[in-house]
């Protein structure tokens, strides 16, 4: 893997160091990063602008923040596109289905396939690569979403990679029955002597299931 020629690497590596699964977080920000700059920097972008219409504009989780934006004119045109299809529809009785799929869902999983395809390849030895783990495996982890999507991308995950999530899952799993366990009537004490992070390990597990949302 030439780390050299990967912003991949910093990126992750940034994330990493936040609470959550790195990718979910490298996700998040480069989707809404990308939905920021379409609308304010290429709303006359042709191909954008008849893919967002072929959908039926955003799906209802990347629409949900358009009221946020900067650029309320750019928003106001993708929406008038979708309201006269809409419309059209009303007036001829006709059930409105969409043609395509939500362009950010799109780039959200071009986002998804980059920096997957990158973890599968950093089974090397080179300085960057063990730095590399040595951040990944001070972090969460990739979720359980996420790392479904691994193993269904390729056979041939980095034995420190399958490693330390294997041992991560399995770890969290005996945080979250001790928690359980000491959250019975009688156990306040052993429950008062768990570490901060224990006490509230359900916010992690709920994090690991679902992914890093926004």
């Not at 940034?14 to 920097?41: H, S």
């Not at 979403?145 to 991308?153: I, N, T």
């Not at 366990?181 to 306040?188: F, I, M, N, P, V």
Request: overall charge neutral; glycine content about 4%.
């Amino acid at each position: 893997m030439a780390i050299d020629k990967h912003i991949n690497f910093f990126e992750l590596e940034k994330a990493c160091e936040q609470e959550g699964c790195p990718l979910c977080r490298i996700v998040n920000d480069r989707t809404w990063r990308y939905l920021d700059n379409m609308l304010f920097e290429h709303i006359s972008d042709r191909p954008f602008r008849a893919a967002h219409r072929a959908a039926g504009g955003f799906c209802r989780e990347h629409s949900k923040n358009l009221s946020t934006f900067r650029d309320g004119l750019a928003v106001a045109i993708l929406g008038r596109d979708i309201l006269e299809d809409r419309i059209e529809s009303f007036r001829k009785n006709k059930p409105w289905k969409p043609r395509e799929r939500c362009p950010i869902c799109v780039e959200e999983e071009r986002i998804e396939v980059e920096y997957l395809s990158f973890l599968a390849e950093s089974g090397g030895q080179s300085p960057e690569e063990l730095e590399l783990r040595r951040k990944f495996t001070a972090s969460e982890g990739l979720c359980a979403p996420h790392y479904e999507a691994l193993l269904r991308r390729t056979k041939k995950i980095p034995v420190w990679l399958r490693d330390f999530q294997e041992a991560k899952f399995t770890t969290l799993l005996e945080r979250v029955n001790r928690f359980i366990d000491l959250s019975a009537y009688g156990k306040q004490d052993q429950f008062a002597a768990l570490s901060e992070a224990d006490k509230v390990v359900w916010k992690e597990l709920a994090r690991t299931l679902r992914g890093t949302v926004q």
